[in-house]
């Protein structure tokens, strides 16, 4: 083999080496390309869901605070609804504790009243003796009225009449321009055992405020078309 030859195999030799470089380099730029690639999208997804979840967290916060605000606002409206029906519902009561007062100016049917109440907490205590309360002004009347309710009181429960002794301590008097926010009473009689163990209160005031709390539920039901809770 001469020297052509060997110089031709050579050439052919260092063709083929680089050949298969660039080959190779080839598939090297091609397997690093691909996975650049890869993890390019990879990269991007993890993004996209990372920023997908803090959307969605933010969306399901702001859900949650308009919830709570509506809750709030429906809160604070029920509120002022039940603040409303209760202030109608004293003006009520407050009329119907002004027309108390009227009880007491006919004479004639306050002092049967007085007997009817006096006989009434009677029978509620069943006491032998008892100390009975009523207003300065009432004074008279429950005097003069005293016997027959002892009486009525011992045909209707066949007990010997009782002992029944007028407080000298009165109850306060009907409410006044004069006295506008401290205590008054309407009218009625308070009695009591002798100990003061055992209470009757049967005031006109008293009186209402029973007949307002039972009939409370029906009220409302006829002002607002609903009984409330």
């Known amino acids: 083999m001469n020297d052509a030859d060997v110089s031709k195999q050579i050439q052919q030799m260092v063709r083929f080496i680089r050949q298969e470089a660039e080959e190779k380099a080839n598939e090297i730029s091609v397997s690093a390309e691909e996975e650049f690639n890869i993890e390019k999208l990879q990269l991007v997804e993890a993004e996209k869901k ?42 009520m009561k407050e009329a119907a504790s002004k027309e108390l007062l009227n009880v007491s100016q006919d004479h004639h049917v306050y002092k ?60 306060p008097p009907a409410p006044s321009h004069h006295n506008a926010h401290g205590p008054f009473c309407s009218g009625g009689v308070v009695l009591a055992s002798r100990d003061g163990k055992i209470v009757c209160e049967n005031t006109l ?25």
């Open 112 to 171: 049967r009243l007085l007997k009817d109440l006096i006989v009434q907490s009677l029978i509620r205590l069943k006491e032998p003796a008892v100390l009975l309360r009523c207003r300065k002004d009432d004074i008279h009347l429950v005097e003069s009225v005293l016997n027959s309710a002892k009486e009525e009181y011992s045909e209707k429960v066949n007990v010997h009449p009782p002992e029944i002794i007028v407080d000298s301590v009165h109850l």
């Open 50 to 91: 990372k920023i997908r979840l803090e959307y969605e967290k933010k969306e399901k916060q702001v859900e949650i605070r308009k919830k709570i605000e509506y809750s709030m606002q429906l809160n604070a409206s029920r509120i002022k609804v039940l603040q409303a029906q209760d202030d109608v519902v004293n003006s």
């Open 205 to 229: 005031d008293a009186r209402l405020d029973v007949v307002f709390r039972k009939k409370l539920p029906e009220i409302r039901k006829w002002l607002f078309g609903q009984v409330a809770a």
